[in-house]
């Protein structure tokens, strides 16, 4: 049971690339969710998804895609990449959200930290 | 917008005393509050959550405790140890899944 595991741990981009991070989890959540951590600042949520062909927008959405066409996968895309996004983006996943169940809680991978130059 | 503070931002203690953390958050309607742990490089740990209707929880050597009325929660860690030193985080949740989350406070425990 691998939990959630991210891919890629480390990359570097220059200012215009694209690339996509995977999130995947094994844990049949599903909720998934894509964060981003800046120092001095607390998570922020970027783009989240309720189930398997659905993704809806956070807080921070903009310059940013995603896509969850598998329940276990969700992917991050950044069209064209800017100074701007260099950050620790974090996935995370959890079941689905109900007040009958008042211990839920998300479950993050490791992080990848994104250098955009 | 709920707005959650974490003060101090960093924190030193020798080993063996009692850390507090403190945590404030500016909507007190709140579903829950959970606190997580992050080591540096890796992802979030989850460690203690309490309910909004609860007044504190305790798991081994952490108690956290909970005002919503105030907006404010303590995580207390008792006879801290080197092991403990990392970061920790808390969030609040409305009544959705969405988390909003501090900016934590870094803690060293000096040997």
């Known amino acids: 049971n691998a939990g959630v595991t991210q891919t890629p741990k480390f990359r570097v981009l220059k200012t215009g690339q694209s690339m996509t991070l995977l999130c995947a989890q094994d844990?049949?959540?599903?909720?998934m969710y894509w964060y981003r951590q800046d120092p001095g600042m607390g998570l922020r949520l970027i783009h989240y998804?309720?189930?398997?062909?659905?993704?809806a927008k956070g807080e921070v959405p903009d310059g940013y895609n995603v896509s969850r066409l598998k329940k276990q996968n969700f992917l991050l895309g950044l069209e064209s990449a800017a100074p701007s996004q260099t950050s620790v983006y974090f996935c995370?996943?959890?079941?689905?959200?109900?007040?009958?169940?008042?211990?839920?809680?998300?479950?993050f991978g490791p992080g990848t930290r994104l250098l955009v130059l | 917008k709920q707005e959650v503070t974490q003060i101090p931002a960093a924190l030193s203690v020798p080993e063996g005393e009692n850390l507090v953390l403190n945590c404030s958050f500016t909507?007190?309607?709140?579903?829950?509050l959970q606190w997580f742990r992050q080591d540096p490089g890796k992802g979030l740990t989850s460690l203690l959550l309490?309910?909004?209707?609860?007044r504190e929880q305790t798991s081994g050597r952490l108690n956290a405790s909970l005002d919503k009325s105030s907006g404010r929660s303590t995580l207390y860690i008792a006879a801290s140890q080197p092991g403990d030193s990392a970061t920790y985080l808390c969030?609040?949740?409305?009544?959705?899944?969405?988390?909003?989350f501090g900016a934590g406070t870094t803690v060293t425990v000096r040997a």
């Open positions: 995370a996943s959890s079941y689905f959200w109900r007040e009958s169940v008042p211990r839920e809680t998300q479950y």
């Open positions: 844990m049949n959540h599903e909720y």
């Open positions: 998804s309720v189930g398997e062909g659905t993704t």
């Open positions: 909507d007190s309607a709140i579903y829950n």
């Open positions: 309490i309910q909004s209707s609860q």
């Open positions: 969030a609040v949740r409305r009544n959705d899944y969405k988390l909003s």
